[in-house]
C-alpha cells in the first residue's frame, strides 16, 4: 500500500496492512533543514508564503518517508483573518487587541472568498506534489482554543475566558459561533483544494470542566465534523489534555479520535468505543530515550491500536525542539515492522 | 457535628450530618486581611515564623468556618531542608541549583531532628488554637511533584525531568527514594504535632505517561501511605491533571482520593470505586460565577459525592488570587445546606 491509500483506508476503517503514521509538528525546529529556512524568514513568512510552506511540509516526508503530509501552518490564521492581528516576536503569540465584550464579538470579520488564500494555495500545491504517494492533512484550531486566543491574547491564564465562561456565557457562545463559521468555511476550501482529511486542534480544549464542555463545545464540534462530512472530507480531532473529556470528545462525531498521551491508547479505545478510528499516543517526550527503547514503546502502541477498527500512528502531542532523529527512525521503524507481524 | 468530627468521620467512611468542607489555597491572596499580613512579610517570612503562618492558617476559618485547616507553608520546604535553596523573588521560585546526576542526588541531605521544626511549631499550635471545633490537615508535595522543581527549577518545560525519565531513569530513581524518606520524615512529625490527616500535593503527576506513573510514582506513594497510617495518621492524595490516571494514583493506597475539576466527580466514583472516600471537585474559577450559579454547581457535586462511600467537598484546585469572597461564601452555604436534606 501507498502512504495515502493506507492513511485513507485506516481514517476509514478499511483493512491495511500496518497502521499509517504521521506526527504532529513533525515540520518543525528539531529539522536542521527547517532550522535552515528559518534563519533566512521570520514564522509569519514561513506560513503566508506557499513556497515556503509547501517546502518545510514536504521536508519530513523526504527524511522520514510518513504516510500524511500536515499543511505548515499556525491555528491563529482564522482569528487574524477575522480581524485579530497576531505578531510572533518570540515565539510565543502577541495580539494587537484582544476580544472581551458582545461588541467586540460583533467586530469581527466573517471569512470570504479570497481569505486565507495562502493557506489553500499551499494546500493544492503539496496536492500536486504528494500526488497519491502520500496524504495531505489538512488542519485548523477548533473553536474554544481559538476564543482562548481572541480572548487572553498570548497569555495562558484562563482567566478572562474562565469569567465569560462562568459570568458571561453568551458572549463567548457568541464569539465560539463566529469561529465555528470560519473554521467551517476554511476547512471546506482545503478539502476542495485537496487535502484527504483535516485535524481540529483542540490545544486548550481540556481546559474545560465536563458541563463546560458539553455546554460550549460539543453542539459546535458536531456542525464542523457534519459539514466537513458534506463537503467529502475526513476528520481527526484532537483535544489536548482531554483524559476526563475522552467520551464527550468521542461523541462530537469526527471520524477519528486522536488521543493524548496522558492515557494508554487501550483503555482509551475502551472509552471511547472499540468501533471507532483513534489516532496516537507516544509521549513525544520519550523520543528522548534510547533508540531500542523507542522501538519497543511503539510496538507497544500499535498493539494496543489494534483492539479499535482503525488506528492511525501519531504522537500524543507535537513534536519539541531537539527531538533526535534517531528517535523519530527507531518511531518510523517500528511502526514498519508492524507490517511483518 | 463540629467540623474536627465531620472531617474525620468522612475519612474514615463513617456518617456524617454533611460533607465537611475545605479548599485548597484557602488561605491566600484573595483575603484582604491575608494581603494585610503579606504586605509587611515576605512569602517566606509567612511559612517560615510560626506565628505568621498561624495566623494566615486561621483566617480563612474565622471567616467562612470551613470544617478544615491546612497549613499555610509551601511544599518546597522540603527540597529546600534537604540543600536545596529557594527563593521568591517575583511569585515563582527560584532555585540556587537543580539536581541532574547521580552525585548531585547523593550531594542532598537528609532530614533529621530540628529539621523544619518552624512547620512542626506552627503545626503544633495551629492544633492548640482548634481544638475539636477544626481538623489540622498537614501536607507535603509528593516525590515526583517535588523531583520536577528539584530538577527543573522554576521552568515548567519538564524536558530535563522527561529525559532523566527515558534516558537515565535510575538517577529518577535514586532523588524520588530520597524525596520519599524526606517526606515520610516531615508527615510523621506533623501527625505527631497533631495534624488530623495529611494532604499530599502531586501538583505535576498528571505530567506523567500512565507506564510512567506506575514505575516511578505508585510504589513512592504506597510507602508514603503507609507510613501515615502506621504514624496514626489519615492520608489524602491529589493528584493535578490526572484525569487519566484515576485508577492509578486510587491503588496508591491513601484513604482519600482528591479529584481535580477535570473531570465529573460521579464519574471520578465510578472509576476510583464507590467504596472510596472521595474529595472534591468543583473548579475554581466557577467562584467568579454570580453567587446562585455558585450554590447550584456546589449542590449537584454534593449529590453526586453521595455515591461514594464518603466525600470531603473541595474545589479541584486551588483558589485563584481574586476569587471573590461571595463566591465561597455561596459554596459553603451549599455545602451546609445539604445538612437539611
Same mark, same amino acid.
Given at each position: 500500500m501507498r502512504g495515502? *491509500?493506507?492513511?485513507i483506508a485506516a481514517l476509514e476503517g478499511r483493512p491495511v496492512d500496518r497502521p499509517p503514521v504521521w506526527l504532529m509538528r513533525q515540520a518543525g525546529r528539531y529539522l536542521p533543514e527547517y532550522r535552515a529556512?528559518?534563519?533566512?524568514?521570520?514564522f509569519q513568512e514561513m506560513y503566508?508564503?506557499? *513556497?515556503?510552506?509547501?517546502?518545510?511540509?514536504?521536508?519530513?516526508?523526504?527524511?522520514f518517508g510518513f504516510d500524511a503530509a500536515i499543511l505548515f501552518s499556525d491555528i491563529l490564521v482564522v482569528p487574524e483573518a477575522m480581524g485579530l492581528p497576531v505578531e510572533f516576536p518570540e515565539g510565543g503569540p502577541v495580539f494587537a487587541h484582544t476580544v472581551h465584550t458582545q461588541a467586540d464579538v460583533e467586530a469581527l470579520h466573517d471569512?470570504? *472568498?479570497?481569505?486565507?488564500?495562502?493557506?489553500? *494555495?499551499?494546500?493544492?500545491?503539496?496536492?500536486?506534489?504528494?500526488?497519491?504517494e502520500t496524504a495531505l492533512v489538512g488542519f485548523a484550531g477548533a473553536p474554544y482554543t481559538l476564543a482562548v486566543y481572541s480572548i487572553e491574547g498570548g497569555s495562558d491564564s484562563f482567566k478572562e475566558i474562565k469569567r465569560l465562561e462562568y459570568a458571561e456565557p453568551r458572549v463567548l457562545e457568541a464569539l465560539l459561533d463566529r469561529l465555528t463559521d470560519a473554521v467551517i468555511f476554511f476547512l471546506r476550501r482545503q478539502i476542495a483544494a485537496g487535502a484527504d482529511a483535516v485535524q481540529l486542534f483542540d490545544s486548550w480544549g481540556?481546559?474545560?470542566?465536563?458541563?463546560g464542555f458539553e455546554r460550549f463545545v460539543v453542539p459546535r464540534m458536531r456542525r464542523i465534523f457534519a459539514a466537513v462530512r458534506e463537503a467529502g472530507g475526513r476528520s481527526i480531532y484532537?483535544?489536548?489534555?482531554?483524559?476526563g473529556l475522552l467520551e464527550r470528545s468521542a461523541a462530537c462525531g469526527s471520524d477519528a479520535v486522536s488521543i493524548d498521551w496522558h492515557v494508554t491508547l487501550g483503555e482509551a479505545i475502551e472509552r471511547v468505543g472499540r468501533d471507532r478510528i483513534v489516532q496516537g499516543n507516544m509521549d513525544p517526550l520519550a523520543l528522548f530515550g534510547p533508540p531500542a527503547q523507542v522501538e519497543a514503546r511503539a510496538a507497544a502502541i500499535v498493539e494496543q491500536g489494534r483492539r479499535a477498527r482503525g488506528h492511525v500512528f501519531n504522537v500524543g502531542h507535537g513534536l519539541v525542539p531537539g527531538t533526535p532523529s534517531e528517535g523519530v527512525e527507531a518511531l518510523v521503524r517500528a511502526v514498519r515492522a508492524a507490517e511483518r507481524r
Open positions: 495515502r *491509500e493506507r492513511f529556512v528559518r534563519a533566512q524568514h521570520s503566508r508564503r506557499p *513556497e515556503l510552506a509547501t517546502e518545510v511540509t514536504l521536508q519530513p516526508i523526504r527524511r471569512l470570504r *472568498e479570497g481569505s486565507l488564500a495562502f493557506a489553500i *494555495e499551499a494546500v493544492a500545491g503539496l496536492r500536486r506534489a504528494l500526488g497519491d481540556g481546559n474545560l470542566a465536563p458541563d484532537f483535544v489536548n489534555g482531554g483524559a
